[in-house]
């Protein structure tokens, strides 16, 4: 036996071994960032202390002494009604202009693709022009116009369509069905009818799909839904039910101990982390045996059950949180329950005209119609056209990278230009379209915040409003923070499902 | 029998484009269907209706657009001291200088058809003469009409003769006509002079004059140095001429030499060590050029802990940085001299600005002396470039194995993502005062510009990490096959490609970042929007001119952001992306 003879494995001295640097490395980093954060909060504190402020909640409870220009609460009593005033109105913006930057920039996407000369140039110089100019400039600009340049109100102004429109340097005044208190029973029939005509709309379409044959699934969804509207106009009070089983619900979760909740949390945060774990350890196995784990994979998983563990343990610690919890759940039980009441009747919706009042000195709008104020018009038209360009780029993509061929498959199947658009183009068009789209509904929501330059009072307005009374700007940030964060989770968890549900699946 | 390329049919020239009459060229394109003929209608007298409304807003008697060239200098430059503009001249010329040179890179040598230009010019001199005839309607009639109709005649006549008289393939350099362009600009320029006090169109003909001067200068350079490092130079030359535009020419620092003076001995002793080090720490086997950084960092905690002057404890640091990396990057003899040279530059350097931002300004103003578009440009192009390595290392920390550093930069990005600028401004302007000691003065723009490279350090972490990840495995194999580090594969493997192919998604994220920068009114600086917004509408002189001059800005942000994203789609069309 001459074999060569192999030196003995040594292991090579601690600082040279490399799982040992890397989290020497990243502990050293993390110590860094954390005793950073430790002495810049500690003089911040100093600061604080020595110009007489104080890092506690109290804005949410003190009476702010603002004003707001609109919304719910134009005069707060709490800072929290302020906040939510603002939240709020920046909502309205941000459903709103998704809803219009939706419309025009499908559209105007569509219309860059025509053959008509004359529109795809028009849709296109729309979009180079309203993506580069910034989007602050557009809002200013709006606001500035429909201020400096709309008519003038005064005592007898009708606007350019009586009765239904108004518009004026105070605003643009619009009819619009407020919804009444018996709206709610009526939208009991209206979600039925809704999940009816989801159900034909299928239905039918499976049919059409198996027999080939022309079923009419959309008129059918349609026609369904109109008839439960009817017949939830008037037979709205039936719906009175609803508020029953609501007032049965909330005392039932009154008369459950907290106790109860704490243990089910606790345990379903405990459920959460071993499935977690028990997850990544499965997608480490193949049919070769589990995979070596590295060190990474180890924290994963440490992680996940040490969150797990704290979850559960604050949740039996602090019965606070779960008791907080469940009064909101039961408040917004008895809340529905109000809602309803079989003895209440008339029309859910009323039409409401705009109209002019004289109070004082001055004319204004009297809120008998939906009124868009000039710092609305702004904000609104300043980001549904900005994000209604990008969005026209999007969907222009989108039906680009549809192959040609399937379009000429479709068409050598007899299909006609419309059906081909429905059922070939915009289904695939849709797929690549979808998570582009969901930025940009993001990018809208955020630059709603622009509403500060033309005073429109959302989040950030009434934010800086409440800071320049009292001082307290870092816990304004850390609200504004835990707005808009949640706000984007929201919107791309939505995007996210959708998306999952349009993506081809592939076998 | 051999096939000589004599033997081969010569290629036939392209066919002429065929020309289609006006009627079938609309009857295809306009009025194809029903459907496109009523669209037609309908998009026309919308469009015709549209032009008129903004004809006449446009010429209306209200609008004031005379408030806008005497407000030029506060559009550019914002409330800088009036009798220190010598100063932005200066950097106007500095950045002329260097774009002189560039041309010479850039390869302004192509060739343009003369149809072209004079189609250019005739579309001009058409839409002049438009606007001029439709506007006589409007009841104002002032000389910017009488100049739009004379102006807009000469020029379709100046690009229908030569039409008549050159065929269609005589082409012209790019640069004389480039040339000859400014030369007319300039001619206008002189006889339109606006403000004839302050003879800015004498200085617009210098600097002219400069870019020829220097694009010669660089053709000369070329001819002497080799073309890689001709390109190095002027690289490094535009990457230091923003800091010394804004630290040096325009703040125009007081050095208080006494003070420096001590302690400029010992920087140039760390200087002298600096090669030193490098040689040793590149030669020395492993666990010695350890120690010797490990004494070098002991050596810059030491300066840190006995407070040795500012200027020393940044040099030590940057020595044992220089050092740590001398391994890697200085390995052979050809990269070692390289390395010494970077050292001697970017000591220099950290030397030079460290010097300079200590001293206080020059400038008789109260802190905030930028404004205008000169602030523009310094928050885009400041942010850019800051935000750069910031970026670069959170989509490491992104897409790193390791744990901890993965954490930070997910809750990093996910943060910034999630909130919208203004936010991030509002805490820069408010929150970071409160984390400094109270004698830390920042000024605005430094905390605008710091929140905007925050910012946008964000975003551009998430296009480079899609670089990352478009990078093949087989490129980190081949790497560890050929025995390289960590480091050396990032550096020299994947960064490369990585950066190549997110190079379109970066320029599309600087245009957003340039066009961001005016969000900072919101805070109260006086860049270029609130110059537009606020500062021109409420003088006495302009009150209430608001609308003549957010368009303005709305043109000039324009013109920016389309030309940028024009250059773009070129850049993209020349690396290829996609086309692989």
Known sequence: MNRPSLAPPTRPPFWRNATFLKWAAQIGVLFGVVALGYVLIGEAAANMRAQGLSLDWDLLTDPPGIQLGEGIFVKPDTGMEAFYTGAVNMLRVAMSGILAATVIGAVVGIARLSSNWLASRLATAFVETVRNIPVLVQVVFWFFLSSILFPVLQEGSSGPIPGLLLVSRKGISFAWPFPQETFWQWGVFLVVGLLTARWAYRTRMRRAEEMGEETRPLTWALLIFLAWAIVGWFAHPLAGAVGWLFGLLAAQVGAIPVLVYQVMLALAALYLAWRWIHRFLESRRSPAGLAKLTDDDYFRMILAGVLGTGGAAVLLLWPGITELGANVFQALLEFCDQKFDFLRTGAPLAIGQPSVEVPGRFAQIADTGMTMTPSFFGIWMGVTLYTSSFIAEIVRGGVLSVPKGQTEAGYALGLRRGQLLRMVILPQAFRVILPPLGNQYLNLSKNTSLGIAVAFPEMVQVGQTMFNQTGDTIQVILLWMGFYLTISLLISLLINYYNRRAQLVER | ?580
């Open chain 2, 1 to 580: 029998m051999s096939l000589d390329s004599h033997d081969l049919i010569p290629p036939e020239p392209p066919p002429k484009a065929m020309r289609i009459s006006g009627f079938n060229w609309a009857r295809k394109n306009l009025f194809s269907s029903v459907f496109s003929g009523t669209l037609t209608a309908i998009l026309t007298v919308g469009l015709l209706l549209g032009i008129l409304a903004v004809l006449r807003f446009i010429f209306s008697p209200d609008r004031r657009w005379e408030v806008i060239p005497p407000n030029a200098a506060n559009y550019t430059v914002g409330s800088y001291p009036r009798d220190d503009l010598g100063n932005i001249w200066w950097s106007v010329w500095v950045i002329a200088a260097l774009a002189g040179m560039s041309t010479v890179l850039w390869g302004v040598g192509g060739r343009v058809s003369v149809v072209k230009v004079v189609a250019g010019v005739r579309a001009a001199g058409v839409t002049a003469l438009v606007v001029g005839v439709l506007s006589l309607w409007s009841p104002a009639g002032t000389a910017v009409q009488s100049w739009l109709v004379w102006g807009g005649a000469a020029l379709i006549v100046a690009g229908w003769v030569p039409m008549r008289l050159l065929s269609e393939d005589r082409t012209v350099a790019t640069a004389n006509a480039l040339a000859a362009l400014v030369g007319l600009g300039m001619v206008v320029l002189w006889y339109l002079h606006l403000d004839r006090t302050s003879h800015w169109h004498l200085r617009l003909i210098v600097t002219a004059l400069v870019v020829i001067a220097f694009h010669w200068l660089g053709r000369m350079a070329k001819r002497w140095l080799p073309d890689p490092t001709f390109k190095k130079v002027v690289t490094m030359l535009w990457v230091i001429s923003f800091p010394v535009i804004y630290m040096h020419i325009q703040r125009n620092p007081s050095v208080a030499w006494e003070e420096v003076l001590p302690w400029l001995p010992w920087a140039a002793l760390v200087m002298a060590v600096g090669p030193v080090a490098i040689g040793l720490v590149s030669r020395l086997p492993r666990e010695q050029a350890a120690a010797v950084n490990f004494l070098l960092g002991a050596v810059t905690i030491f300066s840190w802990v006995v407070e040795w002057p500012m200027a020393i404890r940044v040099m030590t640091l940057l020595l044992t940085l220089f050092s740590m990396a001398a391994p890697t990057f200085a390995s052979s003899p050809q990269a070692r001299k390289v390395f010494y040279w970077s050292w001697l530059g970017g000591s220099l350097c950290a030397l030079y600005f460290f010097l300079l931002g200590v001293a206080s300004t020059g400038l008789d103003t109260r802190g905030d002396f930028l404004g205008g578009f000169n602030l523009t440009i310094l928050l885009a192009v400041g942010g850019i470039a800051l935000s750069f390595p910031v970026g670069l290392l959170l989509a490491l920390g992104r897409t790193s194995t390791m744990p901890i550093f993965r954490i930070l930069s997910v809750a990093y990005i996910e943060v910034i993502r999630g909130v919208p600028l203004i936010t991030v401004l509002f805490f820069a302007d408010k929150v970071i005062p409160r984390f400094l000691p109270p004698w830390v003065d920042v000024i605005g723009e430094t905390k605008a510009l710091l929140a905007i490279t925050a910012f946008a350090a964000a975003y551009l972490a998430e296009n480079v990490r899609g670089g990352l990840q478009s990078v093949s495995s087989g490129q980190f194999e081949a790497a560890r096959a050929l025995g390289m580090t960590t480091s050396q594969m990032t550096m020299l493997v994947t960064l490369p490609q990585a950066l190549k192919a997110v190079i379109p998604a970066m320029v599309g994220q600087a245009i957003a970042l340039f066009k961001d920068t005016s969000l900072v009114a919101i805070i109260g600086l006086a860049d270029f929007l609130r110059v537009a917004r606020d500062v021109v509408p409420n003088q006495p002189d302009s009150l209430g001119s608001v609308l003549e001059n957010l368009l303005l800005a709305a043109v000039v942000y324009w013109i920016f952001a389309f030309s940028f994203s024009r250059a773009s789609q070129r850049l993209e069309k020349r690396l290829g992306v996609g086309t692989r």
